[in-house]
């Protein structure tokens, strides 16, 4: 059977079948067995994707109208099939292939991506399965990602010098939150050298030329602790958008410490915490959910949210982690996504329960029930202000036809109307630091992750990833002790240890290794408690020799956070 596919069935297939009938055995190939062979995807399953591609236009249209009904499971197969294609492919480059068959050997990778792209297109508007089931998680094992990326950047400069070369970051929908992490930092290493070279040019051509002034190729930040978001506002107002792209380097006025990350990660930590803080007023707090939101109340103006934009820009750009308490509606915004009623359950649990409530009322008193109108009635200071949804909106009456429609301009009016300038503020600063081709490849959650951490805890990767000083080691009793303690410790104290070593109790999207924690030894004997140092994610641990001497002196720690030490 697999010798008839090969040859008296495939290099038949028209690229312009004579009826439309003869597409269905498009359809139905793939379907056999001989297909998911790995001894076949060279013979067969990538030439039957070659003929796919082949396809006239209008031949391509029908079968994509056809795919579009496939039942998920049925559509999933057809995407697994060449996702284990191309993997296989991938795992036969890392051994080596020969040089004169690594142009035939890109050829088949290419197909293999190309047929997924079209799968791809047709999900994109049909929905079959959700869009991580295209992602290929092999490939941070597989390929080096971050040259991947700056081989398909230099494509897009010079298009016709690199025949030959596949790039997976021509087809980013195979790539998951991990791997648009590492071709978002790649982007922003390249950026910053950009950003570096040209102070550097123009600092050169400031030697000759008088008129040219001299720059610093760093963004440097000098600022008191006691003033810390006056000093940074001052700054960055004054700071060009070139100068956002630069590295950056963070001064604490009196202090003599070196800036080799360290000091940045404090200097986010602490005017995050300034800036997003609700007793300013430029962010309310909704205690149910723990989250904040835009507080359209504020007396503050589209500049100075601008510039928080740009901090939370520039920490992303520096590779720094940030607490934002935002639901995913302020990502989905950040990437042109409209929030929906799920967003406002997040946000303001209560309300969005009520309005769910509404929609699944079956009855047809909805006016009498419910009495509601388009306004939406809120505290103003003390005094209680009704505004209106839509025009005219107190005399319309909620119904059982319209209520779809009050719900979405609830939604609209809490997420985009009443935050409309602030937000726009935000986005242009975010935007201005981070804004660009790879960023967009992003889902909200993915950003959220990026941004914030997740919490996809792996203890067991944690330890292994730990690195130690001084005369600890993996195997020296102290560190033994250590690790028995925690691994006994219930999650939500593993989590405050987190948070004690780290600053947060979130983990970078790239994983627990990412972290890579540190655990040095201290003198002064066990009465001592173990010290954090948040900013290099450093441990202090005194020489314990019992387990329940470690574990009273940790839990003293992390509870009252004794040890917490950002220097």
Same mark, same amino acid.
């Given at each position: 059977?697999?010798?008839? $596919?090969?040859?008296? *069935?495939?290099?038949?297939?028209?690229?312009?079948?004579?009826?439309?009938?003869?597409?269905?055995?498009?359809?139905?190939?793939?379907?056999?067995?001989?297909?998911?062979?790995?001894?076949?995807?060279?013979?067969?399953?990538?030439?039957?994707?070659?003929?796919?591609? =082949?396809?006239?236009?209008?031949?391509?249209?029908?079968?994509?109208?056809?795919?579009?009904?496939?039942?998920?499971? @049925?559509?999933?197969?057809?995407?697994? /099939?060449?996702?284990?294609?191309?993997?296989?492919?991938?795992?036969?480059?890392?051994?080596?292939?020969?040089?004169?068959?690594?142009?035939?050997?890109?050829?088949?990778?290419?197909?293999?991506?190309?047929?997924?792209?079209?799968?791809?297109?047709?999900?994109?508007?049909?929905?079959?399965?959700?869009?991580?089931?295209?992602?290929?998680?092999?490939?941070?094992?597989?390929?080096?990602?971050?040259?991947?990326?700056?081989?398909?950047?230099?494509?897009?400069?010079?298009?016709?010098?690199?025949?030959?070369?596949?790039?997976?970051?021509?087809?980013?929908?195979?790539?998951?939150?991990?791997?648009?992490?590492? *071709?978002?930092?790649?982007?922003?290493?390249?950026?910053?050298?950009?950003?570096?070279?040209?102070?550097?040019?123009?600092?050169?051509?400031?030697?000759?030329?008088?008129?040219?002034?001299?720059?610093?190729?760093?963004?440097?930040?000098? @600022? !008191?602790?006691?003033?810390?978001?006056?000093?940074?506002?001052?700054?960055?107002?004054?700071?060009?958008?070139?100068?956002?792209?630069?590295?950056?380097?963070?001064?604490?006025?009196?202090?003599?410490?070196?800036?080799? %990350?360290? /000091?940045?990660?404090?200097?986010?930590?602490?005017?995050?915490?300034?800036? *997003?803080?609700?007793?300013?007023?430029?962010?309310?707090?909704?205690?149910?959910? !723990?989250?904040?939101?835009?507080?359209?109340?504020?007396?503050?103006?589209?500049?100075?949210?601008?510039?928080? %934009?740009?901090?939370?820009?520039?920490?992303?750009?520096?590779?720094?982690?940030?607490?934002?308490?935002?639901?995913?509606?302020?990502?989905?915004?950040?990437?042109?996504?409209?929030?929906?009623?799920?967003?406002?359950?997040?946000?303001?649990?209560? +309300?969005?329960?009520?309005?769910?409530?509404?929609?699944?009322?079956?009855?047809?008193?909805?006016?009498? +029930?419910?009495?509601?109108?388009?306004?939406?009635?809120?505290?103003?200071?003390?005094?209680?202000?009704?505004?209106?949804? /839509?025009?005219?909106?107190?005399?319309?009456?909620?119904?059982?036809?319209?209520?779809?429609?009050?719900?979405?301009?609830?939604?609209?009016?809490?997420?985009?109307?009443? @935050?409309?300038?602030?937000?726009?503020?935000?986005?242009?600063?975010?935007?201005? @630091?981070?804004?660009?081709? /790879?960023?967009?490849?992003?889902?909200?959650?993915? $950003?959220?992750?990026?941004?914030?951490?997740?919490?996809?805890?792996?203890?067991?990767?944690?330890?292994? =990833?730990?690195?130690?000083?001084?005369?600890?080691?993996?195997?020296?009793?102290?560190?033994?002790?250590?690790?028995?303690?925690?691994?006994? $410790?219930?999650?939500?104290?593993?989590?405050?240890?987190?948070?004690?070593?780290?600053?947060?109790d979130r983990i970078p999207i790239l994983g627990m290794k990412s972290l890579k924690l540190v655990i040095q030894p201290t003198g002064g004997g066990e009465h001592y408690l173990p010290v954090a140092h948040t900013c290099?994610?450093?441990?202090?641990?005194?020489?314990?020799?019992?387990?329940?001497?470690?574990r009273e002196k940790l839990l003293q720690a992390i509870d009252h956070n004794q040890g917490f030490n950002l220097a």
């Amino acid at each position: 059977v697999a010798a008839s $596919l090969e040859k008296n *069935l495939i290099p038949w297939l028209s690229n312009s079948p004579p009826d439309i009938e003869v597409l269905r055995l498009y359809l139905t190939l793939p379907e056999c067995p001989l297909f998911s062979d790995r001894s076949n995807y060279i013979t067969i399953t990538i030439p039957f994707a070659k003929c796919i591609i =082949s396809l006239k236009e209008a031949a391509r249209k029908v079968l994509g109208n056809w795919w579009s009904t496939f039942e998920p499971p @049925v559509f999933q197969r057809l995407v697994d /099939v060449y996702k284990n294609v191309v993997v296989y492919l991938l795992q036969l480059s890392k051994m080596g292939i020969p040089e004169m068959e690594q142009r035939i050997f890109s050829c088949f990778v290419d197909t293999s991506l190309r047929f997924l792209e079209l799968l791809h297109q047709v999900n994109e508007k049909a929905g079959n399965i959700q869009y991580d089931k295209f992602y290929i998680h092999e490939l941070d094992e597989l390929v080096d990602i971050r040259n991947d990326y700056i081989t398909w950047s230099q494509r897009q400069m010079y298009p016709m010098g690199r025949d030959g070369i596949v790039t997976l970051c021509k087809y980013p929908f195979v790539f998951d939150a991990q791997a648009k992490t590492a *071709l978002l930092q790649t982007d922003a290493v390249m950026q910053m050298q950009m950003a570096v070279d040209q102070a550097q040019l123009q600092n050169y051509s400031s030697m000759f030329l008088p008129a040219v002034e001299s720059v610093n190729p760093c963004l440097i930040l000098v @600022v !008191r602790r006691d003033n810390i978001v006056g000093d940074t506002m001052e700054v960055l107002r004054k700071s060009k958008n070139v100068d956002y792209k630069k590295p950056l380097k963070v001064i604490f006025v009196g202090e003599d410490a070196v800036d080799a %990350g360290g /000091v940045r990660k404090e200097f986010f930590l602490l005017i995050m915490k300034e800036l *997003l803080d609700p007793k300013y007023g430029m962010f309310r707090y909704y205690e149910e959910s !723990r989250l904040i939101w835009f507080s359209h109340k504020t007396f503050e103006d589209f500049d100075l949210f601008n510039l928080i %934009g740009v901090i939370c820009g520039l920490a992303i750009y520096n590779f720094t982690i940030v607490e934002l308490n935002f639901p995913l509606a302020l990502y989905k915004k950040l990437l042109k996504r409209k929030p929906t009623l799920d967003d406002l359950k997040e946000l303001t649990p209560d +309300v969005g329960r009520s309005l769910q409530e509404l929609l699944d009322y079956t009855e047809d008193d909805i006016e009498e +029930v419910f009495c509601l109108n388009f306004t939406v009635t809120e505290d103003n200071y003390g005094a209680t202000e009704v505004l209106e949804l /839509v025009p005219n909106g107190e005399n319309v009456s909620v119904n059982k036809s319209n209520r779809q429609d009050f719900v979405s301009a609830y939604v609209d009016y809490v997420f985009n109307s009443s @935050v409309a300038l602030l937000f726009e503020g935000f986005y242009t600063g975010f935007h201005k @630091v981070c804004g660009g081709k /790879v960023l967009d490849l992003f889902q909200p959650s993915e $950003l959220q992750a990026m941004i914030i951490g997740n919490t996809n805890y792996d203890w067991a990767e944690l330890q292994k =990833s730990t690195e130690y000083k001084g005369e600890y080691w993996a195997e020296h009793p102290t560190i033994r002790l250590f690790w028995e303690v925690f691994h006994n $410790l219930p999650l939500e104290k593993k989590k405050q240890f987190l948070l004690f070593l780290t600053g947060s109790d979130r983990i970078p999207i790239l994983g627990m290794k990412s972290l890579k924690l540190v655990i040095q030894p201290t003198g002064g004997g066990e009465h001592y408690l173990p010290v954090a140092h948040t900013c290099f994610n450093l441990l202090d641990l005194p020489k314990y020799t019992s387990v329940e001497m470690l574990r009273e002196k940790l839990l003293q720690a992390i509870d009252h956070n004794q040890g917490f030490n950002l220097a």
